[in-house]
């Protein structure tokens, strides 16, 4: 191989890697990798506005496509902007490799200007792995290991910091190419121990989460579940792992949660944990499923053999991907005597995450869903912020692949708007509808920007109540009647949309929103529109009025 600099090997393995789009805000700390990028035509350079939407981009892209998202940002400033992305990437399990330009390494341990220990800075649980690349000879290998951390085991972030002399100097080191992630399988005493515990049930559970199933590992999932008359529920925003009008689909778990569904696990006797590592949001603090010991017989399925038997002690713990536990059960049938449970669970999801009523409010956001859901085209992808608005796309929206649903499980603010701008990036054939809160938008809306100079066309929905709704609602439960440093106050959220260029719609009454949707999806363009919420429509199911202790 001839000479090229650190930069031009780095592009060369990205590129090997098949890399097609990379997410950044520029730094001079990496200019030679920017330098590598003129005229490339293999890789798409998205431009964001800050790192922390670039990170959520890249998060967002990473989890549509299984492959890792990819983001450069400068030292010091730009890597800890950037590094919500990261505790996303992590909490949500999504392949995603963040680079970050460095000081030059004859400047290091002094703080020198925007200086950082990148390995210490994000060292688990932040990232999977942290490493700095020392010379130019070493970036194809360390890339390489970077994307097998990335995305063997339970996916997650790797952080690989640039030193920018290193990123100038000469070497000759060759490309290397990737090699296949390592996937484990259950074994066949696993699968003969899982027919032995559910052949003993009278009222089995089975909870499907993480970030790795795929439209196959999915059906060949429903097939065995299907045969097997198991109720399956997905866990916290991981609706869109489960065709939610299987007639196997029992609902979702986490926030915005049918209180009977939550009896229902408690009274379950076998529960089958796949790809989730049971978080406390869904377990709701750890209660309807007991740890260390749950009440229930615990299967647990996970890729990652550090976290079984960590937070929950599983009567069966297997080490194994959700692809090669699909597979392995796809033509397995396990017969029991919970068919009527199974249908009972259904029923209940169905009536749950129907819209019974609207037009209480003005605007009524149950009419505002139910327009959406008899709008929106079956492939279409739906992305939330984290609030109390995101209870209405959680409960009523039904979730059947190809739509896919983007939300942080981490619970991030800001995520909205940015991951829709990647989202239509990826797929600029499909409707891509953004919702979040006023609060959440504020923090990442200058992305419409990037929306605008990258030819993304969103939907961004943004749903102003004039309040931190969410700790607006805890407090009234905890401390009624003493708001504290809640209120907002917002600005036209349509008319600052028309000035980055994008179509921008105000609606103050429920029958104005179908129109507006329907004319954002028609127009292909990247449309904001602004709904008036009355404050009292805290939940799906109360008012503020009725939420104090």
């Known amino acids: 191989m001839k000479q090229r600099s650190g930069g031009n090997i780095l592009i060369e393995s990205l590129r090997a890697h098949g890399v097609k789009k990379i997410f950044c805000v520029p730094g001079e700390s990496y200019l030679d990798a920017l330098d590598a990028l003129h005229g490339e035509d293999a890789m798409r350079v998205i431009t964001c506005r800050q790192e922390g939407g670039a990170a959520f981009m890249a998060e967002a892209y990473g989890k549509l496509t299984g492959q890792p998202g990819i983001c450069f940002v400068t030292r010091g400033p730009g890597a800890c902007n950037a590094s919500i992305g990261l505790h996303t990437a992590m909490q949500d399990s ?196 007991t740890s260390p010991v749950p009440k229930q017989r615990l299967v647990h399925v996970y890729p990652d053999a550090s976290e079984l038997n960590k937070v929950y002690k599983a009567e069966l713990a297997i080490h194994s991907s959700v692809g090669e536990f699909a597979k392995a059960l796809e033509n397995v049938t396990i017969s029991g005597d919970w068919a009527e449970w199974t249908k009972n669970l259904n029923t209940r999801y169905r009536s749950w995450s129907t819209v019974k009523s609207r037009d209480k409010f003005t605007v009524d956001l149950d009419g505002v869903i139910e327009d959406i859901i008899n709008t929106l085209p079956e492939d279409a992808i739906i992305t939330t912020d984290a609030g109390n608005f995101s209870g209405w796309p959680q409960r009523f929206v039904r979730y059947d692949r190809p739509m896919r649903l983007l939300a942080p499980t981490s619970g991030a603010m800001g995520y909205g708007a940015p991951s829709a701008v990647a989202a239509s990036l990826a797929f600029p054939d499909r409707v891509v509808v953004g919702f979040m809160g006023d609060g959440g938008f504020m923090m990442t809306g200058q992305e419409i920007a990037t929306a605008m100079h990258e030819g993304a066309h969103p939907i961004w929905l943004v749903f102003n109540n004039g309040m931190y709704g969410t700790i607006r609602m805890h407090q009234e439960k905890h401390y009624p009647g003493r708001k504290s440093a809640t209120d907002l106050t917002n600005p036209d959220f349509a008319a600052l949309a028309r000035s980055y260029g994008a179509a921008g719609v105000t609606v103050e009454k429920t029958a104005d929103f179908l129109p507006a949707f329907k004319a954002a999806i028609a127009s292909k363009k990247p449309t904001l529109i602004e709904v008036k919420m009355d404050p009292q429509q805290i939940t799906t199911a109360k008012k503020l009025s009725e939420i104090a202790g």
Not at 122 to 147: C, H, L, N, Y
């Open 94 to 289: 999504t392949p995603f490799i963040l680079l970050v330009g460095q000081v030059g390494r004859e400047m290091m341990g002094r703080e020198a200007f925007q200086e950082v220990d990148y390995r210490l800075m994000f060292q688990p649980p932040i990232a999977k792995w942290a490493v700095q690349i020392e010379k130019a000879a070493d970036i194809p290998r360390v890339m390489k290991e970077a994307f097998e951390a990335a995305t063997t085991g339970r996916p997650g972030p790797v952080v690989v910091a640039l030193p920018e002399d290193m990123l100038c100097e000469d070497s000759d080191a060759p490309v290397i190419y990737p090699a296949a992630p390592t996937h484990f399988a259950p074994k066949h005493a696993d699968i003969e121990k899982l027919k032995s515990i559910l052949q003993e049930a009278k009222k089995p559970l089975v909870i499907v989460g993480g970030g790795s199933w795929t439209d196959t590992s999915i059906a060949q999932f429903e097939k065995f579940a299907a045969a097997s008359k198991l109720p399956v529920i997905a866990g916290f925003r991981r609706q869109d792992a489960f065709h939610n009008s299987h007639e196997c689909y029992a609902g979702v778990l986490g926030t915005t949660i049918d209180p009977e569904l939550l009896k229902r696990v408690e009274e379950a006797d076998v529960i089958i944990a796949v790809g989730t590592r049971l978080g406390e949001i869904l377990t709701q603090s750890y209660t309807i499923i």
